[in-house]
């Protein structure tokens, strides 16, 4: 399974920016898709979650300002980014993991840099 993160970039504080993240590859092995984000020297940090069937988790930290869906025909995760904050300031990653495995597949990331 690969995964390509897009959407990224520059934007003011209370701005808005949609991710988008295309997979390929065996998909129908591949149940939860989510979104992570890292700030250099600190933890990758949890999003949001979303199952095939469209079961969605959210972490406190974005609930309310962030929206996940996916286009299972597409194979296309997204991220809807509301009220950005300065401290949204990351790198946005892009997570699939295994039905049967729970193996985690990632993409390369994409910036998010928030201006205030």
């Known amino acids: 399974v690969q995964l390509v993160e897009a959407g990224g970039g520059l934007v003011q504080a209370g701005g808005s920016l949609r991710l988008s993240c295309a997979a390929s590859?065996?998909?129908?092995?591949?149940?939860?898709m989510g979104w992570f984000r890292q700030v250099p020297g600190e933890q990758r940090e949890p999003l949001a979650a979303?199952?095939?069937?469209?079961?969605?988790n959210y972490a406190d930290s974005v609930k309310g300002r962030f929206t996940i869906s996916r286009d299972n025909a597409k194979n296309t995760v997204y991220l809807r980014m509301n009220s950005l904050k300065p401290e949204d300031t990351a790198i946005y990653y892009c997570?699939?993991?295994?039905?049967?495995?729970?193996?985690?597949?990632w993409g390369r990331g994409t910036l998010v840099t928030v201006s205030s």
């Open positions: 590859g065996r998909m129908n092995s591949i149940d939860v």
């Open positions: 979303i199952t095939r069937g469209g079961i969605i």
């Open positions: 997570n699939a993991v295994g039905a049967a495995t729970g193996y985690a597949y």
